[in-house]
């Protein structure tokens, strides 16, 4: 690993162990962020991954889920034909332990069909208000070293509102506005952390973390894409957004990969061939 990579990496390891804030997204859009309760509050552990994951794959722009009979008690109706996705909830299951003849109580895996709000007609007004909210804008001017950067790579870009993703299906990365991030900083960092998901795509780099999907897989690659970032960010004129907003977000997925030692020694290697990779598209480097 270069100097520099490595040196970025070992300040990420620092502000982890020295305890960070949780994770905030840094972005603002019209109806923006991970997958929601009815009640407003974020989803958790895989049911965060599953239904964000609905939600792009289907287009869906409200965070917003509610089973069947949730959505009947509000008033509303799932419109003829919808489907719903998948979500799971555990339920204490007492047992003994065959071994040791004790008994014990294991987390037992229940599936909960639910659907988003944009499948259901007949909510009120106020509801859908509350989860509509006006999105805010930020007076940030583009940076040229950053823009050039991005513009040599010729990765296909839609700009519109939602979660900023890379979708494999399609090989696109879809990016709100540079005005609904809070700093400009923001806005490339978080460029690049999509465009190191674009390197992973078979015709480039063929990264399994990518192609083979697995929750630890998911982990792995959002751990490489979040240090490409970190490591690119010099290159484009931003300082790294370790202590505010990337350590956060990278401890998460530390803590899922607990049960490998090495994974955040692969996931620097990973991104340093990402980082790389990005680097010599470049015309002039």
């Known amino acids: 690993m270069s100097k520099l990579y490595q040196q970025i990496a070992d300040k990420i390891v620092i502000a982890m162990e020295n305890g960070v804030r949780p994770w905030e997204e840094c972005y603002s859009v019209t109806r923006s962020g991970f997958a929601k309760r009815v009640t407003g509050d974020d989803y958790r552990g895989i049911n965060r991954l599953l239904l964000t994951f609905a939600m792009i794959e289907k287009d869906y722009q409200c965070p917003v889920w509610m089973t069947f009979n949730q959505a009947k008690k509000l008033g509303g109706g799932v419109r003829k034909g919808e489907k719903a996705s ?111 998901h674009w390197t992973a795509h078979r015709d480039r780099l063929n990264r399994p973390t990518l192609s083979e999907f697995s929750r630890v897989n998911y982990s792995k690659e959002e751990l490489c894409a979040e240090l490409t970032a970190a490591f690119l960010c010099p290159s484009i004129g931003v300082k790294p957004l370790i202590d505010e907003e990337h350590a956060p977000y990278l401890a998460g997925y530390i803590k899922l990969l607990r049960d490998e030692p090495g994974a955040f020694i692969t996931a620097c290697s990973q991104a340093e061939k990402a980082a790389d990779y990005l680097r010599g598209l470049q015309a002039d480097e």
């Open 86 to 196: 998948l979500s799971l909830f555990f339920k204490p299951l007492e047992t003994t332990d065959e071994e040791t003849g004790e008994d014990k109580t294991i987390p037992m895996a229940r599936t909960n069909m639910v659907f988003n709000v944009e499948q259901i007609d007949g909510l009120p007004e106020d509801f859908m208000d509350k989860h509509n909210a006006t999105p805010k804008h930020y007076d940030n001017n583009p940076l040229a070293r950053a823009e050039a950067f991005i513009k040599a790579t010729k990765a296909t870009v839609i700009h519109k509102d939602g979660t900023p993703c890379y979708k494999p299906s399609t090989d696109e990365i879809f990016m709100p506005a540079i005005n609904q991030f809070k700093t400009a900083e923001q806005y490339y960092a978080t460029y690049l952390h999509e465009l190191a």
